[in-house]
């Protein structure tokens, strides 16, 4: 008989060494104002006494061989060098002949040289933050005094190629860019690009006396803000960059969402929580320890513990983890456990769920109808690419077949 168990899969957390601390001040970033969560504590740093702590019993917590370890922010590079040369000797220390992997989130703007040979010689991932060519990035990443980020940006790309270091690309799409998705996709083929995720932005404000500040969930009086792209927008953008990557880039150009809309029609967990039936497989901890259901609900309802006083196991295969991870299922709207590409989307991230249903049930993501033009649009190509799956052979075949019927599949 086969046992079902959250510790069947690994455990994912990803560790804030800086809080929310950045250079730059993105317009639309969610996480800024998170520091606002320690008003106590200005400085917000990860103390190295707790980084071994951190390291030692996240590797202990593992029932896997390889141990992942994911570097967030804020903008992690705030910390000097010696912090992450002392995290891969803790590693090394506490990894008992583990294989250890490491992958930094960062908006490029503080790489260097060294920085670069440092991520090289040890065989980091780094994810980069870049919207775009210049004029659709520079609007809304820019330091707190306006400055734009993107030739900073570019200039640490360039340097993460110069000396090998393997990267990808994390775009925001927004208001502007989803309206050029042919050059927004061109651009990051010519860049050298090879793994692109796209997320859209979809944040929603609170009006205050003191000034605004972003919604969670529960707020009821949030408006959606302007540089969030719309539903229609975001269905519009993700057909176009389709068409382009169907007939020209399928195993070539890697796009996560069209990773996972495959891996949902093959009947497979895709790569990204947001498209899976359950998600809470990554929690987040900050620098003071604290440790929440995911990075998009750091907020106090979603507060774990802390692993001064509660183990990682406790918190993240515990009950209220579990439960939080079922919701995403469980809280779908009758629109949603009715729609026929309730299976490819799962509703996507419960963060983005404040709309009405057509029965006026609570839960429906803001961006449901350019999913379902997105996912109308790709069955045929996803149908056709999932057969290929299944009879042994490449999905990357159907770009010959595209050329050979220039219309495509309907």
Known sequence: ??????????????????????????????????????????????????????????????????????????????????????????????????????????????????WCEFLHDNQWLVGVSIDGPQHLHDPYRHTSTGRPSWEQVMKGIRLLQKHRVEWNAMAVVH?????????????????????????????????????????????????????????????????????EWVRHDVGQFYLTLFDCTLANWMGVPPGLCAYSKECGHAGVMEFNGDVYSCDHFVFPPYRLGNIRQQTLVEMLYGERQQAFSRLKHASLPRQCRECEWEFACHGECPRNRFMRDAYGQPGLHYLCEGYRRYYEHVAPYMDYMKDELLNDRAPARIMDYLKKHPDGLC
């Open 175 to 243: 208001r502007q860019n989803a309206e050029k998705p042919q050059e927004f996709y061109h651009f990051f083929k010519e860049i050298g690009c090879q793994y692109l995720q796209v997320t859209p932005l979809v944040e929603r404000v609170v009006r205050q006396p003191e000034g605004c500040r972003l919604a969670h969930l529960k707020d009821e009086n949030a408006t959606v803000a302007d540089f969030s792209v719309t539903p229609e927008q975001w269905g519009r953008f993700l057909c176009e960059i389709f068409d």
């Open 1 to 114: 008989m086969k046992t079902i168990s959250p510790f069947a899969r690994p455990l994912y957390v990803f560790l804030k060494p800086v809080g929310a601390h950045c250079n730059l001040a993105c317009d639309y970033c969610y996480y800024l104002e998170k520091s606002r969560l320690y008003p106590q504590t200005p400085r917000q740093l990860l103390s190295e006494e707790l980084l071994e702590q951190f390291i030692r019993t996240y590797i202990q917590s593992q029932t896997m061989e390889q141990v992942l370890f994911t570097w967030h922010g804020g903008e992690p590079l705030l910390r000097p060098l010696s912090f992450y040369r002392q995290a891969v000797r803790l590693q090394q220390k506490y990894g008992r002949g583990r294989q250890i992997d490491n992958v930094i989130q960062t908006n490029g703007t503080l790489l260097t040289d060294e």
